[in-house]
């Protein structure tokens, strides 16, 4: 798998497609996913801090991408302002530990994500029951969010 897009760029065209359907999703059922408000810091600018922090390539984005899919699919929710944040944390975070060799301990992608420990635990916890335990990404799928995200570069 190799990188075609720069971090900056990707993040810039997914946050604005997860602000977009944040922004448009309408009440549902809540989710262990859900805040009681939404957080005080923009999509983009969570997901730029995710990156930055974590050290987390291109790839990794996309898979992380995909899982969030992956996710809202399998549990059926939808992405709203007060899930958005913690979605990604939980996305990035099982991506970052499935396709990374280094990685951190949840004490710091916790406090990266501003959660708890013992929140982001429960996070990566439920992401991957949401995810089956299923983390491996078919090449053709992954080829096929790189490039509709390119796209729309």
């Known amino acids: 798998m190799t990188p ?6 990707l993040i810039s065209v997914a946050s604005q497609l997860f602000q ?3 922004n448009n999703a309408k009440a549902q059922k809540l ?3 859900d805040g009681e408000k939404a957080p005080g810091i923009e999509v983009r600018e969570y997901m730029k801090r995710l990156v930055r ?3 987390c390539d291109v790839d990794t984005i996309i898979i992380a991408i ?3 899919d992956r996710i809202c699919i399998n549990a059926g929710i939808a992405i709203t302002g007060n899930n958005v944040h913690r979605l990604l944390l939980a996305g990035f ?3 970052i530990k499935w396709r990374q060799d280094r990685v951190h301990g ?3 992608y916790a406090t990266v994500g501003g959660v708890t420990r013992q929140e982001l635990n429960r996070l990566e916890r439920t992401a991957l029951n949401d995810l089956k335990w299923e983390t491996h990404v078919e090449k053709s799928i992954f080829e ?3 490039k509709r995200l390119v796209s729309n570069c």
């Open 93 to 95: 975070v099982v991506a």
């Open 53 to 55: 922090y974590t050290g």
């Open 31 to 33: 989710s262990l996913y």
């Open 66 to 68: 995909i899982y969030i």
């Open 20 to 22: 977009k359907v944040a």
């Open 4 to 9: 075609t897009i720069h971090p900056e760029q």
């Open 144 to 146: 096929k969010y790189e």
């Open 106 to 108: 949840n004490g710091h």
